[in-house]
């Protein structure tokens, strides 16, 4: 696996991997997190993804062949949403995996990318968001990648109803 930083020559790529995720979450009736739509067929999403791709680094994992395993976007700015931190943090706003490569260590090399990113920037805290609704799930396997929970918080949706999610850190300053 190689990792390295993508571009909007990567949007298409980047979309298909979040729609085969998409897919993988509704075939098990999860929903909650991004509901069972297609990021390509979203005006929204494809417009988040080429700022991801434009705006942030984003980090691409790739195996020998140049296929897309996962995607790491990673930026200073802090979502809105998001509590602030009490020191300087990377963020990362996105992170996926191929669910056809699911416990192949994508996710934590992606991760510890983002942390020598961190450290390559002076600093001192790795921040990341996530869907905290249903079994937590998505938590538990970002405390697996060293995160620590912090700040749990809501945000509207514009059917009215809230969409539940956890801040979790890693510290890198000792």
Same mark, same amino acid.
Not at 10 to 32: E, H, K, M, S
Not at 86 to 104: C, E, H, Q, S, V
Not at 116 to 135: F, T
């Given at each position: 696996?190689?990792?390295?930083?993508?571009?909007?020559?990567?949007?298409?790529? =980047?979309?298909?991997?979040?729609?085969?995720?998409?897919?993988?979450?509704?075939?098990?009736?999860?929903?909650?997190?991004?509901?069972?739509?297609?990021?390509?067929?979203?005006?929204?999403?494809?417009?988040?993804?080429?700022?991801?791709?434009?705006?942030?680094?984003?980090?691409?994992?790739?195996?020998?062949?140049?296929?897309?395993?996962? =995607?790491?976007?990673?930026?200073?700015?802090?979502?809105?949403?998001?509590?602030?931190?009490?020191?300087?943090?990377?963020?990362?706003?996105?992170?996926?995996?191929?669910?056809?490569?699911?416990?192949?260590?994508?996710?934590?090399?992606?991760?510890?990318?983002?942390?020598?990113?961190?450290?390559?920037?002076?600093?001192?805290?790795?921040?990341?968001?996530?869907?905290?609704?249903?079994?937590?799930?998505?938590?538990?396997?970002?405390?697996?990648?060293?995160?620590?929970?912090?700040?749990?918080?809501?945000?509207?949706?514009?059917?009215?109803?809230?969409?539940?999610?956890? =801040?979790?850190?890693?510290?890198?300053?000792?």
């Amino acid at each position: 696996m190689i990792i390295r930083t993508g571009g909007p020559d990567d949007i298409p790529a =980047v979309l298909t991997l979040f729609d085969r995720a998409v897919a993988w979450l509704a075939a098990q009736g999860r929903t909650g997190q991004w509901g069972d739509q297609p990021w390509s067929t979203n005006e929204a999403r494809i417009a988040h993804v080429h700022d991801y791709a434009t705006k942030c680094l984003m980090r691409l994992a790739e195996d020998a062949d140049g296929q897309l395993l996962g =995607v790491c976007v990673l930026a200073q700015e802090v979502p809105a949403h998001i509590p602030p931190a009490d020191a300087p943090d990377l963020f990362i706003r996105l992170l996926g995996t191929d669910r056809g490569r699911k416990n192949t260590g994508v996710g934590a090399a992606l991760v510890a990318d983002a942390r020598a990113e961190a450290v390559r920037r002076g600093l001192p805290l790795l921040r990341v968001d996530c869907y905290a609704g249903d079994d937590r799930r998505l938590v538990a396997a970002y405390r697996a990648l060293g995160f620590t929970e912090t700040d749990p918080f809501e945000v509207d949706r514009p059917d009215g109803s809230r969409w539940p999610g956890q =801040v979790l850190e890693i510290r890198l300053d000792g």
